[in-house]
């Protein structure tokens, strides 16, 4: 089968409401009134046919193998380069293989479905497997005109393939005549336009039929067959009057976006496909036309595979993300329509050397930087030697690509006296999750809406112009995530991949839909059967929420493995990595009851409630860990019960799995403390399926999964820094449980071995749980043993005040580990501002090889660190360098920030 086998659009983020043109220009086009409703897309200052075709593409790919595609073929009638392939730097920003074949198709606003049956025709012939097609137009008219109101700027991209197919290619038909309904002469700026009516009553509403005819007589169809009918024109009445003349009643008819976007020209009817694909069923068909100097008319059938594509933006969410100006001068001025002063600073030479773009394209282009593959430093651009000074390792690096890296503003600046065509010039550096930061324009945004710590996106864009040589630099540019502004102060998953297990009803289905609400793209897994976990599993739960989720605009994909097989929980895992890349948060929550007393329970009632909570909880979390491993991040959330920690008759099974998963957890809390993940426990009381027989009928209706979703989503978060912890939620009301150890009693000595008698006389002590304790590890609780504390409360306060895990007790330490010698001449003031419960103020004096550290905030430092108690015990333990916590955020300084280096050389930190 050959066909489609993925979909991305783009359109620019700003519109020109087009009453503005009327406003501005009615005075001497009063005509203009007639179409001035809706809005137009227009290209920011720094995108032209080239960047949005990258844009759309890189959506298109969401989820596919780059490294399969054998062809690119980019559609445009404004191609920036006349003569250099506007194709070729689309496939070197998109960093695909240079062995592959690339060509740029122009001429005719019907170009983009010539291209399509072009990379149709040469898969049929099996010469090449997937060859991407983007069509991207941003047309030129002069100001206060029709076409100006009619017109649009945007992009579309098609992925043609024989694998994975989401729309069956079932054949075509070509009309080709020389129509000029419009041309535009090789040196002429704009196009030039006939009388409208000729066009409308000769052209579109002619020779589209005669294609669309011609079509479904060769192949075979009816207008029955046809569920989506997309085809382009301005003309909106008109564009209804050709449906009728085709037979196809007004719901078959795909929009032709006026209102919302305008005619894209040679993109127009790509983007009116993939705004049908996105609606389409399995079984719908489709039929789509391009029109110009003739018409290309397409059939294809929708598959099942369409259900199983990864998220994207698509056209409907590139239409969302919008910013609407009525500033029709500052399109005049985008689009170089007006002249205006750019001041002494804009005649900076912008000759571009061909012989350096050559030898860094992978770079400037494909921004592709390097990973040490002695250390695992990442690094922008890609250097002879690693930059981790504690590394430096020379020619280590291999390429890693940026473009699809999280990143987050680390610091910025708006700037009103750097030359910038959309001023003030915002600009500033950008931190790379996993490593690597870069200095980095800023587009697509206002300066109100940058703050440090914005989560921004990278895109492709024009850097700059030499306009003397006709030549075009493009370059990697930040923006904001769309929506992450105002999501910052809030508890937010923006670029975070979430797994929920047992996600397609009752609590998971809640975690999944308020994650996704808040920017989590989200793995749906459930295998669909009953209560009991018997019966063959169903897809449609599963399935049902992914389809709620990007219903409401988010992403998510559905997985049905089970989490009882090893097999299962890789493929869980694998699912979220092929669709999304990464793996941040797993909630392990997938659950069977078989409820039974003890002396009933068998191999029937005993293994699946085992294998389903303990053994699924290990077989998903094991692979999604190691993920979050390599990431440096990572939380993850199990799912006790109240009849694990404190038992429920009947329940014999589940309460020994759901108690097994607090065991779980409290090892790799200790395992997992390295690399940042975070790993506790719910223990929920929900209305649910599983608690519908259970829970007395007015308690049922109170506890929806929504008052326990609240606490799961902050283990979830960035935010939470707990980790090994339990906690009760239903009904909004939390609380913590945990395991204590009470204050025991010493018995007897070696020549006196205690005896039952001396337990029996003891036993209120023994069992005395006044001034219990948590014990952090296994650890601490043999050691409680081997060498009992004298006194416990002392104890107690002593561990808040001064233990390991407490900054206060870390500087108690200090002095031990100065280095006197190693401090010989220095002289330098620390302040340490220590954030969080543990945290506080401290100052570190050292003078001549003598050191005094005391609470308190200094006069005068010469350096303040600033950190949080939880980082602050990392760093004076040894877990984390200074540089890995300065590199990563975790530590800020001020003053003197070179001072900060002494730290490591005059204390020995492995406290
Ligand atoms: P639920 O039955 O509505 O949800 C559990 C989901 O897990 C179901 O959709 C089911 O299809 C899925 N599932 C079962 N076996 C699976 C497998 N092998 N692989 C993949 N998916 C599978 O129940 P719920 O009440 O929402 O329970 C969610 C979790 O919370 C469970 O672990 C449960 O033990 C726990 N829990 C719930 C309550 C409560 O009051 N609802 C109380 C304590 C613990």
């Not at 497997?129 to 945007?154: C, P, Q």
């Not at 001034?771 to 296994?778: G, P, V």
């Not at 877990?879 to 920030?897: E, H, P, W």
Request: hydrophobic residues 40%.
């Amino acid at each position: 089968m050959i066909g489609i086998t993925s979909y991305g659009a783009y359109i620019p983020r700003l519109r020109l409401d087009r009453s503005a043109i009327y406003r501005s220009m009615g005075w001497f086009a009063p005509a203009l009134i007639a179409v001035a409703q809706g809005e137009r897309s227009m290209c920011n200052w720094d995108e032209d046919s080239v960047t949005m075709a990258v844009a759309a593409s890189r959506d298109c790919l969401s989820g596919k193998d780059k490294n399969t595609i054998d062809g690119v073929y980019m559609a445009s009638t404004t191609m920036p380069f006349a003569d250099r392939q506007n194709s070729g730097i689309v496939s070197t920003a998109l960093n695909l293989s240079e062995d592959i074949i690339t060509s740029d198709f122009t001429a005719s606003q019907k170009i983009g479905s010539t291209a399509l049956i072009t990379a149709l025709e040469s898969i049929k012939s099996q010469d090449r497997h997937n060859i991407l097609v983007s069509a991207a137009d941003k047309r030129e008219t002069k100001g206060a005109y029709f076409y100006e109101m009619w017109f649009g700027d945007g992009a579309a991209s098609l992925l043609v393939g024989d694998t994975d197919v989401i729309a069956e290619y079932k054949g075509s038909y070509s009309v080709s005549c020389d129509f000029v309904d419009h041309y535009r002469g090789s040196d002429n700026e704009y196009d030039y336009v006939w009388e409208e009516r000729w066009q409308r009553d000769e052209g579109y509403a002619k020779i589209i039929p005669k294609a669309v005819n011609g079509l479904m007589k060769k192949i075979g169809i009816t207008m029955d067959d046809v569920d989506k009918l997309a085809y382009p024109c301005y003309f909106k009445r008109d564009h209804g009057t050709i449906a009728k003349k085709l037979g196809a009643t007004p719901e078959k008819v795909v929009d032709n976006m006026h209102e919302v976007c305008g005619e894209t020209g040679a993109a127009h009817c790509i983007l009116m496909f993939v705004a049908a694909l996105e609606q389409a069923k399995p079984g719908d068909g489709i039929l789509m036309a391009g029109f110009g100097q003739g018409c290309n008319a397409l059939y294809f059938k929708v598959t099942e595979n369409i259900k199983k594509l990864a998220p994207r933006q698509g056209f409907k969410g590139s239409l969302e993300n919008k910013l609407t100006t009525d500033n029709y001068l500052r399109y005049l001025k985008f689009r170089g329509l007006i002249k205006t002063e750019m001041g002494i600073r804009a005649e900076a030479p912008t000759q571009t050397a061909m012989t350096t773009l050559w030898r860094n394209r992978k770079m400037i282009l494909g921004f592709v930087g390097g990973k040490c593959t002695s250390c695992g430093t990442a690094q922008f651009p890609k250097t002879g030697v690693c930059v981790n000074p504690e590394c430096g390792a020379v020619k280590s690096q291999t390429d890693y690509e940026f473009a699809d890296i999280p990143s987050k503003i680390k610091t910025f600046t708006s700037d009103l006296l750097a030359v910038s065509v959309d001023p003030p010039h915002k600009y500033g550096m950008v931190q790379f999750e996993g490593g690597g930061r870069m200095m980095a324009d800023f587009t697509d945004c206002i300066t109100e809406d940058l703050k440090v710590g914005l989560p921004m996106n990278m895109t492709f864009r024009i850097h700059g112009q030499d306009k003397n040589r006709g030549f075009v630099n493009y370059f990697w540019k930040a923006v904001p995530v769309p929506g992450a502004a105002e999501q910052m102060d809030k508890i937010n998953f923006h670029n975070k991949v979430a797994i929920i297990t047992g996600a397609g009803g009752g609590l998971g289905r809640v975690y999944a839909l308020e994650l996704a609400r808040a920017g989590a793209k989200v793995v749906i897994n459930d295998l669909g059967g009953a209560p009991d976990g018997s019966g063959k599993g169903s897809a449609s739960p599963a399935q049902t929420v992914v389809d709620e989720i990007i219903k409401s605009g988010g992403k998510a994909v559905a997985n049905y493995d089970n989490v009882a097989t090893p097999e299962g929980g890789e493929n869980i895992v694998k699912t979220a990595i092929d669709a999304f890349g990464r793996v941040d948060i797993l909630i392990n929550n997938a659950g069977i009851l078989r409820d039974k007393s003890f002396i009933k329970q068998d191999g029937k009632t005993w293994n699946p409630v085992l294998d389903v909570h303990l053994n699924g909880a290990f077989n998903v979390t094991r692979p999604a860990f190691k993920a979050m491993k390599v990431q440096g991040f990572g939380r993850i959330v199990m799912t006790t019960s109240a009849a694990g920690l404190y038992g429920n008759f009947g329940q014999t099974n589940y309460s020994t799995a759901k108690l097994g998963i607090v065991g779980l957890m409290n090892t790799l809390k200790i395992e997992g403390a390295k690399y940042n993940i975070k790993i506790n426990t719910i223990a929920p009381i929900a209305a649910s399926r599983l608690t519908r027989e259970v829970m007395p009928p007015e308690i049922f209706e109170k506890s929806k999964p929504e008052f326990v979703s609240p606490m799961v989503l902050y283990l979830c978060s960035e935010d939470c820094n707990e980790t090994g912890q339990i906690f009760n939620a239903g009904l909004g009301f939390f609380n913590r449980a945990a395991v204590l150890t009470g204050h025991g009693l010493q018995i007897g000595n070696p020549e006196n071995p205690p005896t039952p008698e001396m337990i029996h006389e003891n036993f209120d002590k023994i069992n005395d749980m006044t001034n219990a304790k948590e014990m952090t590890d296994a650890t601490s609780a043999v050691f409680a043993l081997i060498d009992p504390p004298s006194d416990w409360e002392e104890s107690a306060e002593e561990d808040a005040d001064g233990g390991d895990m407490y900054p206060a007790g870390l500087f108690k330490r200090m002095p031990d580990v100065f280095k006197k010698e190693a401090a010989a001449g220095v002289d330098v003031v620390f302040q340490f501002s220590i954030k969080g419960p543990k945290g506080g103020d401290w100052i570190v004096a050292v003078k001549d090889k003598e050191c005094d550290i005391k609470p308190g905030e200094a006069q005068n430092p010469n350096c303040t660190l600033t950190m949080s108690d939880d980082n602050f015990v990392k760093l004076f333990t040894g877990v984390m360098t200074s540089m890995q916590a300065f590199s990563s955020g975790k530590l800020s300084l001020d003053g003197d920030i070179m001072k900060s280096q002494l730290i490591e050389k005059i204390f020995d930190l492995n406290l």
